[in-house]
């Protein structure tokens, strides 16, 4: 079974540039979601889709952040502009439909993120 | 808002040594999972608990929910250089799975 797919694997950006994330959940997984885990911590949820709805997106930075995923298959996480503090690595997960009591969340293997 | 606090943050053992990591929950959980994350890659789920007073066991891996569902867990028993890595609790207080991370604790296993 495939994993998550994530690209890029790396992004080096100036501050106040644009940059996008892109994911590809595994097959059959309704549930998405896109962490921010910065250097020593713990991930921290941005955003959680369910099909393509948004379950929960309290904790995205709505004014430089956005996330779509159209087709309730494959996402996009974007920042525009960027800030020195978005560094970091920003993992995509999925999960089963909650439907299912299914709740184990499969990680993508992250994008860096470097914002200079 | 929802806090979740682990602690030690960082354990050095002794190959053969035991450990133990403990997860704190500012509010009551729904469920709460635990992963690990080897250095450089990315979290891998182990378990999740659901009932009060609830203990799960997986080879030399014990793990522990509270019986306020508050607090959580992991121990290792005789732990191996494979151990290696950061444990994460990830407390749902929904059960909508939106998880907030714990600060995780990082097992240095020296051989």
């Known amino acids: 079974e495939a994993g998550v797919a994530q690209s890029p694997r790396y992004k080096i950006i100036e501050k106040r540039q644009s940059v996008a994330f892109w994911c590809n959940p595994i097959?059959?997984?309704?549930?998405l979601y896109w962490y921010q885990q910065i250097l020593g911590q713990g991930p921290k949820l941005l955003i959680q889709?369910?099909?393509?709805?948004?379950?929960?997106d309290s904790q995205l930075p709505k004014d430089r952040f956005s996330a779509e995923r159209l087709k309730g298959v494959d996402s996009t996480l974007k920042i525009q502009p960027a800030k020195l503090e978005d560094s970091a690595v920003y993992l995509c997960?999925?999960?089963?439909?909650?439907?299912?009591?299914?709740?184990?969340?499969?990680f993508g293997p992250g994008t860096r993120l470097t914002v200079t | 808002g929802q806090q979740v606090m682990q602690i030690p943050q960082y354990q050095h053992v002794q190959e053969g040594e035991d450990f133990t990591t403990y997860c704190n929950s500012s509010?009551?959980?729904?469920?709460i999972q635990w992963y690990k994350q080897r250095p450089g890659g990315h979290p891998v789920f182990l378990i999740q608990?659901?009932?009060?007073?609830e203990v799960k066991k997986q080879k030399r891996l014990t793990f522990q929910f509270g019986e306020a569902k508050k607090n959580s867990s992991l121990h290792i028993t005789a732990t191996q250089t494979t151990d290696v890595g950061t444990y994460f609790c990830?407390?749902?207080?929904?059960?909508?799975?939106?998880?907030?991370f714990g600060t995780g604790t990082r097992l240095t296993v020296i051989p």
């Open positions: 997960a999925s999960s089963l439909s909650l439907r299912t009591g299914s709740y184990e969340q499969y």
């Open positions: 097959s059959g997984h309704a549930t």
């Open positions: 889709f369910q099909n393509n709805g948004v379950v929960d």
């Open positions: 509010t009551t959980l729904s469920n």
């Open positions: 608990l659901v009932k009060s007073g």
């Open positions: 990830a407390a749902d207080q929904t059960g909508a799975n939106n998880l907030f």
